[in-house]
């Protein structure tokens, strides 16, 4: 039995941390937990835009299994590694006088990233969705939040996992966008704006832990982090006063997955299973959902 709530799915980002949103999605379809909208920020957007689309989840996973990802994206599996040849490029360009009309280095790059997503998404419009969804990017020159709700999904969600310095930012209605994760890493306010009062959101990012920072680099980035966890933190305790508690937040355990990890699917995906069954009570309480076992369906 469910109450009068319309259930919100807000997935988060975190690379190939965020396969886990698979996993989620499934163990909720496997316990009978409806949706009614789905926003997504980066990775979040891309499997949310698969649940939206009415994709068999199931059938993705094995697909995506038999792929080389991170072949087929031209990166490695290191971050760090792809952040150093981000710095290389950069000054190299910055010297050359090279501008975002010009620049080609990424181009490869966005292309393959833009036949990724358009494969997902079958090429299709927000307009074909199961239920309302939306995706979440950020303006480069603005910093503005940008809610991307018309047109292609896959330039959409390409726009949103933009990864500064790992693939170029996506132009969209004469915008230069990038990953939503910079201005909104958990798009719980979008699913609100869409008109949940009841949400269901994940948050796939790498925890705050202590660093050693050994060079002025470690201190950069480990300075990047504390805003952005700091950030997260306000938003997620306002999205929970404008849900009068109705926010059940699930934190997979996907700590030993880099942001790069793609090979890691499978692994993200189980730890995505585990944290619904963990949460399942919550989940139930928060939501007004009765929740069914995965036998009685059968």
Do not use: W
Request: charged fraction near 20%.
């Amino acid at each position: 039995m469910r109450r009068k709530l319309k259930i919100g799915l807000a997935l988060g980002g975190g690379g190939a941390r965020g396969f886990a949103h698979l996993g989620i999605i499934m163990a909720l379809e496997e316990h009978g937990i409806p949706i009614d909208v789905i926003t997504g920020t980066s990775m979040g957007a891309a499997v949310g835009a698969a649940k939206a689309l009415g994709m068999d989840l199931g059938k993705l996973h094995s697909v995506l299994s038999l792929l080389n990802l991170n072949s087929l994206l031209g990166v490695s599996e290191s971050t760090s590694h792809e952040i150093r040849r981000a710095i290389g490029r950069g000054v190299v360009e910055y010297m050359r006088g090279v501008d975002l009309e010009e620049e080609t280095s990424l181009s490869e790059r966005l292309s393959r990233l833009l036949a990724l997503f358009s494969l997902l998404t079958a090429k299709k419009d927000f307009a074909a969705t199961q239920v309302p969804f939306a995706v979440v990017a950020a303006d480069l020159a603005t910093g503005a939040r940008v809610v991307l709700r018309e047109g292609p999904i896959y330039r959409a969600v390409a726009a949103s996992a933009a990864v500064p310095g790992i693939f170029p930012p996506v132009r969209i209605e004469g915008k230069y966008l990038i990953d939503g994760g910079v201005i909104e890493k958990i798009p719980i306010a979008a699913a609100i704006e869409l008109g949940a009062n009841a949400v269901i959101a994940v948050d796939a990012g790498a925890p705050m832990e202590k660093v050693r920072a050994q060079t002025s680099l470690d201190v950069m980035f480990q300075s990047q982090r504390i805003t952005s966890h700091a950030l997260t933190a306000l938003q997620i305790e306002e999205a929970r006063k404008r849900l009068n508690g109705r926010l059940v937040l699930l934190r997979p355990q996907v700590s030993g997955i880099t942001m790069l990890a793609f090979s890691k699917l499978s692994q993200a995906v189980k730890a995505g299973k585990e944290e619904v069954l963990a949460r399942l009570p919550e989940i139930s309480e928060s939501c007004g959902v009765r929740p069914v076992s995965p036998d009685s369906k059968q």
